[in-house]
């Protein structure tokens, strides 16, 4: 734990210009927002926008008047993953160089790291799932301690086709092995219906009415002591990291290194960078018929 189980008067709260203007936060009733803040680029990550979460998290951590966070994404989408025109531009080899693995993995790993204050949080952390949560936005919010996700969201690990492994490895610990594989291997998006099927999300609501929902379950943790629940959390994530969670991610964190290197990845990555991002995606999707390739949106 990288904060205090027990709180008493003390508000240790960092300076809130940590923030960035990608990430929103705010207060009320108990309940701290941290809400992505990019929707024209449907809320994908960048350094500062999980720079910007993990300080959410942390400065609600030190708050004594809050209970509970929520995670949400502005604009009807959580986030759409890793922004890949930034990614491929700030991370990999350029042409002619040599790959350095442990520089990849510790720059992976440091996100992983920011990831984690979720988990790590002594506060019950609620996620939003709205729109689109793929690829690296999964080892995002699977980190939050409840999930509550509109009937019109979808949640999936495309990478899993090419180009990465998931690096907080959350999808086994949270619907076991079976589902795991099921939409680990094939990379498959996972509609509201099934992830509630499978447990993979606690609560299910109408998108007009997911932050309420989201808010009011949140607003219930004021009546609980912020001890008794830290302890509870701790009690339940050690439960996990003794079947070897950590072991885990940093294996996907890893590997995920790894498969952005095959040359399969590096040619897919190539196309992107020379402005093909839309023709590589539909490569992907395309003949699992999903995804943003679905034949009505073809249409």
């Known amino acids: 734990m990288q904060w ?119 506060k019950p952390v609620i996620g939003e799932i709205s729109g689109w949560a793929l690829g690296g936005a999964t080892d995002l919010i699977l980190c939050a301690d409840l999930l509550f996700m509109a009937t019109n969201a979808q949640i999936g690990y495309a990478p899993s086709r090419i180009y990465g492994t998931p690096t907080t490895m959350m999808w086994v610990h949270r619907i076991g ?53 830290a302890l509870n959390k701790l009690l339940i994530n050690q439960a996990f990291e003794n079947m070897g969670l950590r072991t885990s991610q940093m294996l996907g964190t890893f590997f995920d290194g790894i498969a952005r290197h095959t040359p399969e990845a590096q040619e897919w990555a190539a196309q992107i960078s020379e402005g093909g991002l839309r023709d590589a995606v539909a490569d992907r999707d395309g003949p699992w018929q999903d995804y943003g390739q679905t034949p009505e949106n073809k249409k």
């Open 4 to 122: 205090p189980l027990f709180y008493g008067n003390c508000d240790l709260r960092p300076e809130a210009d940590l923030l960035t203007e990608s990430v929103l936060y705010e207060e009320r009733d108990g309940v701290a927002i941290i809400t992505i803040n990019r929707p024209e680029r449907l809320n994908t990550l960048t350094v500062d926008v999980i720079r910007g979460v993990a300080d959410g998290v942390e400065q609600a951590a030190y708050t004594s008047d809050v209970a509970a966070i929520i995670l949400r994404g502005e604009g009807g989408n959580i986030s759409a993953g890793y922004d890949l025109r930034e990614f491929l531009d700030d991370s990999g080899p350029e042409q002619g160089e040599i790959w350095d693995p442990v520089g990849d993995y510790q720059s992976m790993a440091a996100n992983v790291r920011q990831f984690m204050k979720i988990w790590e949080c002594p």
């Open 177 to 229: 092995l079976e589902h795991a594989k099921q939409f680990l291997l094939t990379g498959r998006p996972i509609d509201a219906e099934t992830a509630f099927r499978i447990g993979l999300v606690s609560y299910v609501c109408d998108p007009d009415e997911l932050c309420e929902a989201a808010e009011s379950e949140a607003r219930r943790f004021t009546n609980i002591p912020a001890n008794q629940l």
